[in-house]
């Protein structure tokens, strides 16, 4: 077996994506916060899109390719930014009818991309870029699942990367939170480099857009935690301010 940079790369994608995946559902678990399932799915979706990757570098597998382009491509950005969405949309039930919306279509693409579509493994070799494979080849036939990339891409990406970005401008304008504020620049970021794959690409190496993969998710994961670090310093220094009195008194 050849090791490669891409192979590599996506390996080191899938375990710090799985990292992140077991971080969120643990929270989501105590918590039982809406965003934090939305975001929970979306990394699972990108911890087996990554796998995929892993395993379509070694060996073929119709089924793989497809389930690699439905988590990957279709569906990973649309419920990374749903979390975002949940987070924002707060008042009557458009967050939530939204999440309607995107389990409605999670549950219809799927059997589409991995029944209704045909590849043709003969095109593919050990060790080969997934995505050139996907783009300069006509090993998986244009329309079809195909048409709804770009529309849940710009979905996911408006939502995720545009939340963000709102919420560190709203911070840095009340002067509160720095933590937060980092963390969401950092959550932008990372959310704009998977998006910009095809610009990697067009580098001339296809070990850029696997960086990018890479380093979009670490990017997250660290403004994750520097955000969710803030709302337990303000919990706890609401909770000092409030227990401050009654200690006083006790004192006195």
């Known amino acids: 077996m050849q090791i490669t940079m891409p192979f590599v790369l996506s390996v080191a994608s899938t375990l710090v994506s799985a990292v992140f995946t077991v971080f969120v559902l643990r929270r989501w678990w105590e918590k039982r916060r809406p965003h934090l399932l939305a975001w929970g799915v979306g990394l699972i979706l990108y ?26 491509a279709i569906m990973v950005a649309p419920w990374l930014g749903q979390g975002t969405i949940f987070l924002l949309v707060r008042k009557g039930n458009i967050a939530r009818n939204i999440a309607m919306l995107l389990v409605l279509i999670t ?8 029944l209704l579509t045909n590849v043709d493994g003969s095109q593919w070799t050990a060790g080969q870029d997934m995505t050139k494979l996907l783009t300069e080849t006509t090993i998986m036939p244009k329309g079809g699942v195909r048409i709804l990339t770009p529309i849940m891409n710009i979905w996911g990406t408006l939502t995720l990367v545009g939340g963000a970005l709102y919420s560190a401008r709203l911070f840095r304008r009340k002067q509160i939170l720095r933590n937060r504020m ?5 959550i932008a970021a990372g959310g704009l480099l998977p998006a910009l794959g095809g610009t990697l690409l067009d580098l ?20 994750f935690l520097l955000a969710t670090q ?23």
């Open 182 to 186: 980092i963390g969401n620049w950092l």
């Open 204 to 223: 001339g190496d296809a070990s850029f857009k696997y960086i990018g993969e890479l380093a979009g998710v670490i990017l997250i994961f660290a403004g």
């Open 107 to 114: 549950v219809m693409t799927l059997p589409w991309a991995l």
């Open 47 to 72: 911890t087996l899109g990554t796998l995929c990757q892993v395993i379509l570098s070694l060996t073929w597998s119709p089924f793989l390719f497809l389930l690699w382009y439905w988590a990957g």
């Open 230 to 252: 803030a709302a337990q310093d303000a919990i706890q220094s609401r909770r000092n301010a409030a227990q401050s009195p009654q200690t006083q008194e006790q004192s006195a």
